[in-house]
């Protein structure tokens, strides 16, 4: 087991996250196909059973799997705050709540290790899209297709390729922008740069399309979480890229003070 002063097994915890996202994938896929009944939490922000059901299914691994490590969970947590630790889990069963809703295929389960303010270890899982990608060693990360399945899924048995972002192309980049949330800021920003395309998409899949090689940069100045961010970059950086502040600092975790909300963001690829 992992405890909070145990070095982090991250082949281990790959492992036993795959399965567990196999699961959570077919819970939340069960709710996709039929209705998308939902309710308003306090921040006025949607929730499902699909929800409550995938948090449950990680959570309940992250207990078995690494029981001295505290859990940061959105649905869990439901707007109370407290200190996060040095080493702490932070999960968003199903990011990207909008897009399920509208039967999109661009929301995942998301589960990320903060240690010391920086996401370490990532596990970002597009059921929809059979989409896995998961850091496996500090700095190699890796994709692979992961079928939804209520029981359960064996990394080393999977088909696996390593993440690694591409170098710009100078005819221009592909940005990747939010669907739910494109402001004048990021029009602003994106206007200083040479940009040769646009690509809409939701949830941590837009730090996928970068750790892919399919994307170069996201800008994101609308609001945000901590749990929406983390494990999405986590696999980025693993891949090569890097995710920084306005300021040019590296986003950093475990901001209670703030409430665990982002400041805005730029995700670059190479």
Known sequence: MTGQSAPFDFAKAAAVLTDTAARAGAAIMRYFHGASEFTLKGDASPVTLADTQSEAIVVAALKQFAPGIPIVSEEALDGKQGECGERF????????????????????????????DRPVFGLVYAPA?????????????????????????????????????????????????????????????????????????????????????????????????????????????AAGGKVLTTNGEPLRYGKTSAGLRNPSFIAWGR
Not at 100 to 115: E, G
Not at 151 to 163: I, N, R, T, V
Not at 189 to 198: P, Q
């Open 89 to 116: 889990f932070l999960v968003d069963p199903l990011d990207g709540t909008k897009e399920f809703i509208k039967k999109r295929s661009d929301f995942t389960v998301n589960v990320a290790l903060i240690d010391h």
């Open 129 to 237: 899209r059979s989409l896995l990608a998961v850091t496996i060693a500090p700095g190699h990360a890796i994709e692979a297709e992961l079928p939804p399945s209520a029981s359960g899924a064996d990394l080393a048995a999977l088909e696996q390729k390593k993440l690694e972002v591409r170098t710009a192309d100078p005819e221009g980049l592909t940005a990747l922008v939010s669907l739910s949330h494109l402001d004048p800021e990021t029009e602003a920003f994106l206007a200083k740069l040479k940009i040769a395309k646009r690509s809409g998409a939701g949830s941590s899949v837009k730090f996928l399309e970068i750790a892919r090689g399919q994307a170069d940069v996201y800008p994101r100045f609308g609001p945000t979480m901590e749990w929406d961010t983390a494990a999405g970059q986590a696999v980025l950086e």
